[in-house]
């Protein structure tokens, strides 16, 4: 089929994650300036995993902030959301977390700065893990009535399925004998004289597992 013969259908705009949460910002920023924060760029916002400790650990990581350094324009932060959150009140309280932290510069870290920010604001708990406060809470329920469905079907998944490569070394083994080496590459060839052969014979090692092998 010719693609001069497709015939475009006209699509009504869909609110993505990442629009509800934009929809969201102006809400959050006043919130902050009205704590005593400073004003700053709006920021842009992912709902993705964050950079470390995303889907499994002690430290389970829900939330990030990236620096406008980190960009190509140098101009506005990214706050990335973790796709495990289902709840669109903790992903609104993980929002202004993120957005303390763009607010007083990520270099303040979770330290006494961005710690009395954090608290005037209605975060609660320790402030590398803060949840929102009973006031906080309820100003937040109210926001997402006016902001609608959060459209999110959250992963369940706490595997990656990427498998991990956990050594470079590939394992050789002798096609005569049990005897086994580690070298770090694909092509090897050497023989040896097989460990208690009184016929002195000579043995190949033979590449038995590497991270460049079929599944």
């Known amino acids: ?3 001069k013969k497709i015939k475009f259908e006209r699509v009504a705009p869909s609110q993505t994650r990442e629009a509800w949460l934009m929809r969201a910002l102006p809400h959050l920023k006043k919130l902050l300036y009205k704590a005593g924060g400073a004003e700053f760029p709006d920021p842009q916002f ?13 430290n389970l990581r829900i ?27 903790r992903v609104l309280d993980i929002a202004v977390h993120e957005l303390v932290h763009a607010c007083v510069g990520n270099k303040a870290g979770h330290g006494a700065v961005f ?14 893990a803060t949840h929102a406060g009973p006031e906080l809470e309820k100003f937040l329920t109210e926001l997402t009535k006016k902001l609608g469905t959060f459209h999110h079907d959250p992963l369940k998944h706490y595997k990656s399925p ?34 208690n052969d009184i016929d002195g014979r000579q043995g190949l090692f033979v590449l038995k597992s590497s991270p460049n092998l079929p599944e």
Request: hydrophobic share 35%.
């Open 1 to 3: 089929m010719s693609a």
């Open 46 to 58: 992912s709902v993705g995993l964050p950079s470390k400790g995303a889907l499994t650990g002690k």
């Open 63 to 89: 939330g990030e902030c990236w620096t406008e350094k980190a960009h190509l324009g140098g101009k506005k932060c990214t706050i990335f959301i973790s796709p495990l959150m289902a709840d669109p009140i």
């Open 115 to 128: 710690g009395r920010l954090a608290r005037a604001v209605g975060l609660e708990g320790p402030l590398r």
């Open 162 to 195: 990427v498998k991990t490569q956990t050594t470079r070394q590939r394992l050789y083994q002798c096609d005569c004998c049990d005897k086994k080496i580690r070298v770090a590459s694909d092509e090897f060839l050497a023989m040896h004289y097989c460990d």
